[in-house]
C-alpha cells in the first residue's frame, strides 16, 4: 500500500505548493508505516526530482513526453490513476491549485474514490476518515468523513509545512501509455505573467479597494507590494470598473486566498470580501472611517487616509529592507 | 436558418446550485451538524448565473436549446424557476438532497448520459460547499473532456474555443464537442430576468426525476465557525510607521 501525491510541475519546475503536498503525503504515509510515492508529469529532469525525496517521497515516479509538458486534465487524470492502482494506493494527494483540483476530480471518479478538497487539516482517524476543510466561501468549516476505501485529497496550499526528510532519491521512469484520445482537448496558448507573484500562491497581498479613488492612484499599492515581494489585489468593484484586471478580485465571487498577511486598504469589509480573506493568518486594515466593518475582521488597523498612510508605510518598509539587507 | 446555423445547433444543459445569498451570516443547528437556514434567502449560485447566461447567449446565435437542472428537494424549485425566468427552455430537478459533489455528478450524468449534449456548463464551484469539483467528476463520468474556471467560450463547427485560468495566468484551448466546462467570473454579464420570462417561466416544463441508484462517499458530519478575532489593534495614522516595526519584528510576517 502507499499514499500516492501528484507533484505539480509548471514548466519542470516544482512550486512551493507541491512540496507542501510531498510533505503532507509523506506525514499521513508514515503514520500509515507506507510508502510516499510521488508522482512526477511533463518535463522535471531528475535533478528537480531530487526535491521531491528531499521533502518526503521514498519514491519518484516519472513520465516524460513531448505532449505532457503542458497540462491536460484527461491525460493527467489517466496516469495518476493508473499510478495510483499500480502503486496499491489508498490515498491520493493532490494540491488545490487550478489545474490539481480540475485532474483530482476526474482521478476520484476514476477510481471510485471519494474526495475532498480545499483540505486543511491531516486526516482524524479515531472514527472514520475525518478531515477539515473551507465552507460557505471562508465563512466556516466543515469536517467531512470520506467513506470509499480510496480516498483523494486536494489540499490547500500555504497551509501545511514544508518538512526536510531528505530521503535517497529513487526514481523510476516509466511510460505514460496515452493515446491521442487522451489529448482531446489542446492548448493552444499559455500566457502566464511573469515576474509576478501568483495571487494564489502569495505569503503577502496588498490590496486596494474603491477608496483608492481609480487606476491612477494604485502605483500606491504598487509600491507597497513590490517593497514587500507581495501581489496585488482587489475588491469586486474595482475589478468591475475595470480599474484592475479581474484576476485580482479576492472574495466570495472572486480568488480565495489565504496568505501570512494581508494588508487591506480603502475597503470597507463588506462581508462578500471578507469571505475570501478571512483565513489570512494576519489581517491590516486601512480606511479613512473609523466604523468601517473591515476592523471588526482585523488585527492591527489604521484609520486614515490611504494617500497620506501609505506612502509614509512603503518608505518604512524600504527602509526595513535596506537594514535587512 | 442556414445550413451553418444547423450544424452549430447546440443542445446545452446547465447545472444550477441552490445556495444561501452571499451576505447570510453563517450558522448551524443540531450541535453544529446543519447549516442554519432560518431567515436564509436562497439564490441560483453566482457561477451557475454566467454559465447559464452563456449558454443563452450561444443558442440565441447559432440556435440551440438550454435546459437547466438541479438536484436537490422541493425547495431548491424557486432556483429551477428562475432559471427558466432568465431564458431556459426547460428544467429538470432530480429531487434528492445534495449530499455531497461525487454524488450530484453521478445523478446530473445518469440523466444526461440519455440526452446527448454538445455542452454541458457548470459554475466553477458552488459557494457553499466550495467543492468546485462536480465538472471534473461530470467529464469523467460521462467520458468526455472537462474543462475548469473558464472567462470565455466560443463555439463553431463542433468544437470549442476557450480561456481559462491557470495559477499565475491564462490559457487559451481547444476542444471537441461533447464538453463539460466551469464558468469562472468574467464569462460574461449575468442576466436578470424580466417580466416577460417570469410570466413565461410559470408555463416552461420543470420535470422532476427520481434519483438513480447511488451510495453516499462522503458525509459531513459537523461544521465549525472560525475563532472570533481577538480584537483589532489600532496604530495611529500619524505614527503609520509602527506598522512595519511591528510586521517585521513582533510577528515576524514580512
Ligand atoms: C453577489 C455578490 C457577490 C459579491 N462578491 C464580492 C467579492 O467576491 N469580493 C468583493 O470584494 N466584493 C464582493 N461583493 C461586493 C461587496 O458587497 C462590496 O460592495 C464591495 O466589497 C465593496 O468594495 P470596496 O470596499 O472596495 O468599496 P466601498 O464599499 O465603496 O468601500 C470603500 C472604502 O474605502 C474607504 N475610503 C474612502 N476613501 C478613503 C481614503 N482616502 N483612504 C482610506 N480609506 C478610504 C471608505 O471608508 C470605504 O470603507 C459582492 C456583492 C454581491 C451582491
Ligand atoms: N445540487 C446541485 N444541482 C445541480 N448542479 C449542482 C449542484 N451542486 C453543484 N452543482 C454544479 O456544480 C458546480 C460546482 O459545484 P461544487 O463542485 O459543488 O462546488 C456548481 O456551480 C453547479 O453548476
Known amino acids: 500500500m502507499s499514499v500516492l501525491v501528484f507533484a505539480e510541475s509548471t514548466e519542470g519546475t516544482f512550486k512551493k505548493s507541491t512540496f507542501e503536498a510531498v510533505s503532507y503525503a509523506a506525514e499521513l504515509a508514515k503514520n500509515n508505516s507506507v510508502a510516499c510515492v510521488a508522482l512526477s508529469i511533463g518535463i522535471a529532469d531528475d535533478s528537480k526530482c531530487a526535491d521531491l525525496a528531499k521533502y518526503g517521497a521514498d519514491k519518484v515516479i516519472s513520465i516524460k513526453g513531448d505532449k505532457l509538458n503542458q497540462f491536460v486534465a484527461e491525460a493527467y487524470a489517466k496516469l495518476i490513476s493508473n499510478a495510483a492502482t499500480q502503486e496499491n494506493a489508498t490515498i491520493v494527494v493532490i494540491s488545490n491549485t487550478y489545474s490539481g483540483k480540475s485532474v483530482a476530480s476526474r482521478v476520484a471518479a476514476k477510481l471510485k474514490a471519494a474526495i475532498a478538497s480545499g483540505v486543511i487539516s491531516m486526516p482524524d482517524t479515531t472514527a472514520g476518515f475525518k478531515v477539515r476543510r473551507g465552507v460557505y466561501s471562508g465563512k466556516a468549516f466543515a469536517d467531512v468523513d470520506l467513506k470509499t476505501p480510496v480516498k483523494v485529497l486536494a489540499i490547500t496550499p500555504n497551509t501545511f509545512n514544508i518538512t526536510e526528510y531528505n530521503k535517497a532519491l529513487q526514481v523510476v521512469h516509466a511510460e505514460g501509455g496515452l493515446n491521442d484520445t487522451d489529448f482531446i482537448s489542446t492548448p493552444v496558448e499559455v500566457s502566464r505573467v511573469t515576474g509576478k507573484i501568483p495571487l494564489t500562491e502569495a505569503e503577502v497581498v496588498v490590496s486596494g479597494g474603491r477608496g483608492l479613488k481609480g487606476p491612477e492612484n494604485w502605483h500606491l499599492i504598487e509600491d507597497l507590494a513590490e517593497t514587500l515581494g507581495a501581489a496585488t489585489a482587489c475588491s469586486k468593484p474595482v475589478s468591475d470598473m475595470h480599474w484592475r484586471p479581474h484576476s485580482e478580485h479576492v472574495g466570495q465571487t472572486g480568488i480565495t486566498i489565504k496568505p501570512n498577511l494581508y494588508i487591506a486598504i480603502g475597503i470597507s469589509g463588506a462581508i462578500q470580501h471578507l469571505a475570501g480573506v478571512s483565513s489570512s493568518k494576519v489581517i491590516v486594515a486601512i480606511n479613512k472611517d473609523p466604523e468601517a466593518p473591515f476592523f471588526k475582521a482585523a488585527d492591527y488597523g489604521i484609520v486614515g487616509d490611504a494617500f497620506e498612510v501609505l506612502p509614509k508605510i512603503t518608505a518604512a518598509a524600504k527602509k526595513m529592507k535596506a537594514q535587512a539587507i | ?254
Not at chain 2, 4 to 21: E, G, W
Not at chain 2, 93 to 98: F, H, L, S, V
Not at chain 2, 201 to 217: D, G, H, M, N, Y
Not at chain 2, 230 to 235: C, E, H, S, T
Open chain 2, 1 to 254: 436558418m442556414s445550413p451553418i446555423q444547423k450544424r452549430d445547433f447546440m443542445k446545452i444543459l446547465v447545472c444550477i446550485s441552490n445556495v444561501p445569498d452571499t451576505t447570510t451570516k453563517v450558522t448551524f443547528t443540531d450541535n453544529n451538524t446543519k447549516f442554519n437556514t432560518a431567515g436564509v434567502q436562497f439564490i441560483i449560485n453566482p457561477y451557475d448565473e454566467l454559465a447559464l447566461t452563456r449558454a443563452l447567449e450561444i443558442t440565441e446565435k447559432q440556435g440551440g436549446s438550454v435546459t437547466a437542472i438541479t438536484v436537490g428537494l422541493t425547495d431548491t424549485e424557486p432556483s429551477i424557476r428562475k432559471a427558466l425566468a432568465i431564458g431556459a427552455q426547460d428544467a429538470v430537478r432530480i429531487n434528492a438532497e445534495p449530499t455531497d459533489a461525487y454524488f450530484v455528478a453521478e445523478q446530473i450524468a445518469a440523466y444526461a448520459k440519455t440526452e446527448n449534449y454538445d455542452l454541458i456548463l457548470t459554475g466553477r464551484e458552488s459557494i457553499d460547499h466550495n467543492g468546485g469539483l462536480v465538472c471534473g467528476l461530470l467529464g469523467e463520468m460521462l467520458g468526455i473532456p472537462s474543462v475548469n474556471v473558464i472567462t470565455s467560450i466560443e463555439v463553431e463547427n463542433g468544437s470549442a474555443t476557450m480561456e481559462r485560468d491557470i495559477d499565475g495566468g491564462k490559457e487559451k484551448l481547444t476542444c471537441k464537442l461533447p464538453l463539460v466546462a466551469s464558468a469562472q467570473k468574467e464569462l460574461t454579464e449575468p442576466r436578470i430576468p424580466n417580466m416577460r420570462g417570469i410570466m413565461a417561466a410559470r408555463t416552461k416544463p420543470l420535470k422532476v426525476v427520481e434519483p438513480a441508484a447511488s451510495s453516499a462517499t462522503s458525509a459531513t458530519v459537523a461544521f465549525e465557525l472560525p475563532a472570533a478575532k481577538g480584537g483589532v489593534k489600532l496604530i495611529a495614522a500619524e505614527q503609520a510607521e509602527q506598522l512595519i516595526e511591528i510586521l517585521h519584528n513582533e510577528i515576524k510576517v514580512i
